[in-house]
């Protein structure tokens, strides 16, 4: 594991990776060194009904150390990167280690976010039912140009969050982007540090950590969230969850449900690697192992 001696003991840190890289293991290290509060920087990590499948921290190792963040937010609630970065403001006049795998709460942080209307529940309903029924190349076709060339075409969250936008503002994400307000945290004035680790290693350590997440009652949290399952929220996007969704619906085997949960983890982290790469190769490189 990277160790923590060449980290800043006053700037504020952030560290981002890929699921499974080991981000949890090191912000606490460097908070119990330092004083720091951990702060969250994952989109899933925030909800309360997600604590084992999300890998979010024990109770144990949050009761050890000052944590902020975590599974705060109702399944029923919108949760925007705005909002995160509204509770994240109130926070930095501490000293705080920030981790998390979500790069667009690292990106809003250090680069500024623009401050977009929200969008109409019309709208969104509208573009969920695009997406669900795969007309995602109805979204696409309606971007602008400016606005496609800025969007992972490949990623159906981000293709619909930029359709919903110039459909309800009659202005391209690209043309919001431009007019982003000034970071509450530019890079200059923290440490950065993302995870890349080796892909052999993440796997096998992706595979072994959804065993564990079987064994200390990730099915369970499933069971219980599945009266309210709707796939298209945001708090049903954890990666897992809709095999084990398959599984207690009697429709795949839970060892099928396992190996697509896999999969599927294995994926997620290779496109968190290849955003890494693209959006963050001025912050510090490191190979855990």
Known sequence: MTGIEGLSRELPVLIAGPTGSGKSALAMALAARDGRVIVNADALQVYECWRVLSARPSISDEQALPHALYGHVGRECDYSVGA??????????????????????????????????????????????LRLSGQIDVMRAALDAATAAKT???????????????????????????????????????????????????????????????????????????????????????????????????????????????LASRQYAKRQRTWFRARMANWTQAIPG
């Open 84 to 129: 995160w970065l509204r509770e994240v403001a109130g926070l930095l006049s501490r000293p705080v280690v920030i981790a998390g795998g979500t790069g667009l709460y690292f990106r809003a942080l250090t680069e500024g976010l623009a401050e977009i209307p929200p969008i109409p529940a019309a709208i969104r309903a509208e573009a969920d039912a």
């Open 152 to 262: 992972d075409l490949l990623n159906p969250v981000r293709v619909q969050r930029a359709y919903e936008v110039q459909r309800a503002t009659g202005r391209g994400m690209a043309a919001w982007q431009a007019d982003t307000v000034a970071p509450i945290l530019p890079l200059c004035d923290a440490q950065t540090l993302v995870l890349q680790p080796t892909v052999p290693w993440l796997d096998a350590r992706i595979a072994r950590r959804f065993s564990v997440m079987l064994e200390e009652g990730a099915l369970d949290e499933v069971r219980a969230a599945l009266p309210h399952w709707q796939p298209e929220r945001p708090w049903a996007r954890a990666i897992g969850a809709p095999e084990l969704v398959a599984h207690l619906r009697g429709e795949i085997s839970l060892t099928a449900a396992r190996d697509g949960a896999i």
